[in-house]
């Protein structure tokens, strides 16, 4: 789940992880990336379902570095998720919170398995530039 872009001070919010690991624990986090490919741009204006949340939009590869390393880990590996198939998906769910709301029960029904199917699809792509990282990184042992 992505949380750290609606938090104010993402820096203490790692660096408190770093002090409840145990020595050689690690840290798993998923972070949306703040340029990210549109896919269905064409058809829909930009939303954002949740403006008065998001602190920031996302974090770029080299920021989100490098705030875990100035927290205190070592960074194990970093992963692209969310390629064209998960990027597709994510934009007409937002699409269809946006317009539909609670009131047309029937396009979201209708469009949900699609949304799924897309979803199911995306880890099988090989996805170099996605919309969000996942990162394993460590607290080291001699923390």
Not at 1 to 14: F, K, Q, R, T
Not at 30 to 36: T, Y
Request: proline fraction near 5%; charge should be neutral; aromatic fraction near 12%.
């Amino acid at each position: 789940m992505d949380v750290l872009e609606h938090i104010e001070d993402d820096l203490i919010v790692l660096e408190r992880f770093l002090q409840a690991l145990v020595p050689g624990g690690y840290l798993i986090i998923h972070i949306p990336l703040s340029i990210r490919k549109s896919y269905l741009e064409k058809w829909s204006e930009p939303i954002d379902v949740w403006p008065d949340e998001h602190v920031r939009d996302g974090y770029n590869e080299s920021e989100i570095r490098e705030k875990i390393n100035m927290a205190g880990f070592k960074i194990l590996c970093i992963k692209n998720t969310f390629g064209k198939f998960g990027g597709i998906a994510y934009e007409i769910w937002m699409i269809l919170y946006h317009y539909t709301g609670r009131g047309k029960v029937w396009l979201q029904s209708f469009l949900r398995p699609l949304i799924e199917v897309l979803l199911w699809l995306d880890p099988f792509m090989v996805t170099k530039k996605g919309r969000g990282l996942l990162i394993l990184a460590e607290k080291p042992k001699n923390r």
